[in-house]
């Protein structure tokens, strides 16, 4: 089951088979994935355009249906039940800054302060024992400080960054 919530009016979408089960109302639609974002979908002899503009957050996206910008969210059902026990599912973990994993040597920095990075995103590159290691980000969030430069000998556990 996902909650979508279409502009100011929500509603449960289920998938069932080939059906789509839309509150208690039970619709036969074919979704075809045109492009990475684009979709078209074939419902009631008509013929729907739907676009993902932006992903403005985990579950808010910026949409264009049939040519009208509108604004969804979606939450599915492990979603809805951490929302129900008055949990986040973001909120599991908490990062605060990014230590070095071994002693080494700060490469090349590939972020600055300020910057917006997804989780696995690359934060800079540590030279180790002669080798290239990839620092990756733990989680999403924003820089708010970078604690080296580049060329810099790090010792283990020394904080590189800070969200």
């Known amino acids: 089951m996902t909650l979508i919530k279409l502009n100011d009016q929500s509603f449960t979408i289920n998938r069932v088979g080939e ?7 039970k619709i036969r639609a074919i979704v075809h994935q045109k492009g990475e974002n684009e979709f078209l979908i074939a419902y009631n002899h008509r013929m729907h355009h739907l ?5 403005s957050s985990q579950d808010e996206y910026h949409l264009s249906l049939n040519g009208l910008p509108c604004k969804a969210s979606l939450k599915n059902a492990k979603a809805l039940l951490l929302e129900k026990l008055g949990m986040q599912e973001n909120t599991a973990l908490k990062i605060s800054s990014v230590n070095a994993p071994m002693p080494g040597m700060v490469l090349e920095i590939k972020v600055k302060a300020g910057d917006r990075v997804e989780k696995n995103d690359v934060l800079m590159v540590l ?3 002669k080798m290239e290691n990839t620092i990756k980000s733990p989680a999403s969030g924003t820089i708010n400080s ?7 000998g790090v010792e283990k556990n020394q904080v590189l960054l800070q969200f």
């Open 19 to 25: 059906h789509y089960q839309i509150g208690e109302k």
């Open 51 to 55: 676009i993902l503009v932006e992903k």
């Open 127 to 129: 030279e180790a024992m």
């Open 146 to 152: 970078i604690d080296v430069k580049e060329g810099e």
